[in-house]
């Protein structure tokens, strides 16, 4: 089955910085790759996807970017405020089955 | 339009008590989802499905029942609780990849 790496586990920034959050996938035939945030105590929101037939989407300051060759996508956030301070999650899926394989999450602390 | 509704919000229960989740979707998804989540260890697949009166096994079943008599709701059912069930429990709906998730059942299990 699909397994996805998500690195890192956690992730501090100044307000106004930067951050880069990145996956691994392992099945070829994932071809969409969402990415989840979750703020405490909430349910996972989708903030930006992707699929396999395009190489990067931007919305607004997220934008994502993905490598089939390497099988692995990212996600980066500019110009961080402390609002998106949350926990990250990547997945993937194979339009075959379904199916959501997530990472296990990185924690986003932007410092003001 | 309430989404993914989820019922109940919080449960304790003692180890060998039985309880049923309910999730409850009026988007007319035509799938289904139950995950877990524990800490550092993301959102795990328990039981999907496909469609109304299917059901199948995810990344980690063991010990919990689904059914899907209505194409609205999915059951998830513990026949028997046991301390490793202590979880936050999602449902998720999708009609194609997009899935949107339920607020969450935390139960505890003593």
């Known amino acids: 089955g699909e397994n996805v790496e998500q690195h890192p586990s956690t992730l501090s920034v100044q307000e106004g910085d930067s951050a880069v959050i990145k996956c691994t996938y392992s099945d070829s035939a994932s071809n969409y790759f969402p990415w989840y945030k979750q703020e405490l105590g909430k349910r996972p929101q989708l903030i930006i996807d992707i699929r396999s037939n395009v190489g990067e989407k931007k919305d607004q300051r997220i934008a994502v970017t993905l490598n089939k060759t390497a099988k692995h996508f990212s996600l980066h956030i500019t110009e961080t405020q402390p609002e998106d301070s949350a926990v990250y999650f990547c997945?993937?899926?194979?339009?075959?089955?379904?199916?959501?394989?997530f990472g296990k999450g990185t924690l986003l602390t932007v410092n003001p | 339009n309430a989404g993914v509704t989820q019922t109940p919000k919080f449960r304790v229960l003692k180890t060998g008590q039985s309880m049923t989740l309910l999730c409850a979707q009026d988007m007319n998804h035509e799938y289904m989802y139950w995950y877990r989540q524990d800490p550092g260890m993301g959102l795990r697949l328990i039981h999907y499905?496909?469609?109304?009166?299917?059901?199948a096994k995810g990344e980690v079943p063991d010990g919990y029942n689904v059914s899907r008599l209505k194409k609205q709701n999915f059951l998830l059912g513990l026949e028997s609780a046991a301390p490793s069930q202590t979880s936050v429990y999602f449902c998720a709906s999708s009609y194609s990849e997009e899935q949107y998730f339920g607020p969450g059942t935390r139960l505890t299990v003593t």
């Open positions: 499905s496909v469609g109304e009166g299917t059901t």
């Open positions: 997945a993937a899926m194979s339009s075959s089955n379904y199916k959501l394989t």
